[in-house]
């Protein structure tokens, strides 16, 4: 896969620890929505460490856009990335990923796992062709919604939030878990996008399975 060196255009925040960053778009450079690529900041020390972002501009767009969560309780890339400032170099590489559109279905995000999904809701929405798809999103508080007013109004309502770690007035507490799933969704044979961390995804799937999903229709970043 062929490496590109980017330059950051702009970077604006979206949240309390979210920034949306613009970067530079290497010629002929070509990526589903739901796709990723690895990325590193080419600024010692960090030129070697790649880590996957999820492009969350229109593929059709002139530049690139990242949004991307940082986590400052500790020294790595995400939070190296709070210092970044327009002029500065990425490395990203070819476009890559399993997370891509197959249908009308139901899409399950925990947290920055939003970010493949940003990409496919834009779309469909410059397209007009949002449809039945309902987003069921979980964050630990109403602070940690991304992008909240744009899934708002690109999904009306079929968009869903949950919030686990503060009771908050007109949103579902808890998590998206087997009883939320069996309350919430009449039929299981239709496409689930599943994005989140690591154990989100796994306790999302597994509940999906047993509840009698089948494994062709499930799509997450194997």
């Known amino acids: 896969m ?13 949240t309390h620890n979210v920034n949306a960053y613009t970067v530079e778009k290497p010629a002929g450079f070509t990526y ?17 460490e790649k880590r996957p972002f999820t492009f969350t501009s ?3 767009a002139d530049t690139l856009e990242f949004t991307i969560k940082s986590y400052t309780d500790h020294d790595g890339v995400t939070n190296a990335l709070t210092k970044v400032q327009p002029g500065d170099h990425f490395e990203i590489s070819d476009a890559w990923g399993a997370i891509e559109y197959k ?24 397209k ?16 940690d919604i991304i992008l909240k007013e744009e899934l708002e109004k690109m999904l009306g309502d079929h968009f869903f939030n949950l919030i686990s770690g503060e009771n908050a007035e007109g949103y579902y507490h808890g998590r998206i878990d ?18 989140g961390p690591d154990a989100f995804t796994e306790s999302i799937l ?11 229709t499930l799509v997450f970043e194997k």
């Open 178 to 195: 087997k009883a939320f799933l069996q309350k919430h969704i009449t039929h299981f044979d239709q496409p689930f996008y599943v994005c």
């Open 58 to 60: 229109l593929p059709s």
């Open 32 to 48: 589903t929505p739901g796709q990723a690529t690895d990325f590193s900041i080419q600024k010692d020390p960090w030129t070697t």
């Open 206 to 216: 597994k509940a999906l399975e047993e509840l009698g999903a089948k494994a062709e």
């Open 128 to 143: 007009g062709e949002v449809g039945a798809n309902q987003l069921f999103f979980s964050n630990r508080t109403t602070a």
């Open 103 to 126: 249908g009308e279905g139901v899409f399950l995000a925990g947290g920055a796992g939003i970010t493949p999904f940003l990409a496919i809701f834009r779309d469909l929405y410059s």
């Open 2 to 14: 062929a490496d590109y060196s980017v330059k950051l255009l702009a970077k604006k925040p979206v």
